[in-house]
């Protein structure tokens, strides 16, 4: 199975600031990463397709790239509402894997 | 608008069976793969399977496979999963999603005697 390890489990930053999250796949999945936030006590929403491919309707201010195997998420301007956990998950080779996620705190 | 609602959750005790049904509405069905994905207590994130867009097609998490089974019925937009000898390790939010896009909004399933 690829192994995708997800970091920083947690981390705390201020309205404005600008944060990353990266994910490290075991093996090359040649871009087939989606990056998923999860809201308390809601169910996970698509932010990110194909490593760097926003999902309609998903401000501007998330991105994502990539460099070989390492694949990160970066918010811009960090706003309230961005208070949640954030996965990644691989879909190139089943069975599909997740990150371990992360717990992103607004202060 | 697209709407994952799954129902057939709940308390059951280890050894049993379960079914899990995930009605789809605001896009058509029969025109997509859907998913099955669970988040345990402690968040942990399992792909289970998918299911091709007319059901001649599965694929599960190998560590399930003999337990899970995926199905789908077009007519009624319904997807469903089938959970057979539960143990304790099956207790998770279960989620119904089109491959990933959309989620519905959960199902849980506590197996506990």
């Known amino acids: 199975d690829i192994q995708m390890?997800?970091?920083?489990?947690s981390l705390s930053a201020s309205l404005g600031e600008t944060v990353s999250i990266e994910c490290l796949?075991?093996?090359?999945?040649?871009?087939?990463?989606?990056?998923?936030?999860?809201?308390?006590?809601?169910?996970?929403?698509?932010?990110?397709?194909?490593?760097?491919?926003?999902?309609?309707?998903?401000?501007?201010?998330?991105?994502?790239?990539?460099?070989?195997?390492?694949?990160?998420?970066e918010i811009n301007s960090l706003q309230p509402e961005d208070e949640g956990d954030y996965f990644c998950q691989q879909s190139y080779k089943f069975p599909l894997t997740f990150g371990s996620g992360t717990k992103l705190e607004i202060k | 608008e697209v709407q994952l609602v799954e129902s057939g959750g709940g308390l059951v005790q280890p050894g049993a069976s379960l079914k899990l049904s995930c009605v789809a509405s605001g896009f058509t069905f029969?025109?997509?793969?859907?998913?099955?994905?669970r988040q345990t207590p402690g968040k942990t994130m399992e792909w289970i399977g998918d299911i091709k867009y007319d059901g001649s097609y599965?694929?599960?998490?190998?560590?399930?496979?003999?337990?899970?089974?995926?199905?789908?019925?077009?007519?009624?937009?319904?997807?469903?999963?089938?959970?057979?000898?539960?143990?304790?390790?099956?207790?998770?939010?279960?989620?119904?999603?089109?491959r990933g896009s959309y989620w519905g909004q959960g199902v849980m399933v506590t197996v506990s005697s």
């Open chain 1, 25 to 73: 796949a075991s093996e090359d999945i040649y871009s087939n990463l989606a990056w998923y936030q999860q809201k308390p006590g809601k169910s996970p929403q698509l932010l990110i397709y194909y490593a760097s491919s926003l999902q309609d309707g998903v401000p501007s201010r998330f991105s994502g790239s990539e460099s070989g195997t390492q694949y990160s998420l």
């Open chain 2, 58 to 98: 599965t694929n599960y998490a190998p560590s399930l496979k003999n337990r899970f089974t995926i199905s789908r019925d077009n007519a009624k937009s319904t997807l469903y999963l089938q959970m057979s000898n539960v143990r304790s390790e099956d207790t998770a939010t279960y989620y119904c999603t089109r």
């Open chain 1, 5 to 9: 390890t997800q970091s920083p489990a």
């Open chain 2, 30 to 37: 029969s025109d997509y793969w859907m998913s099955w994905v």
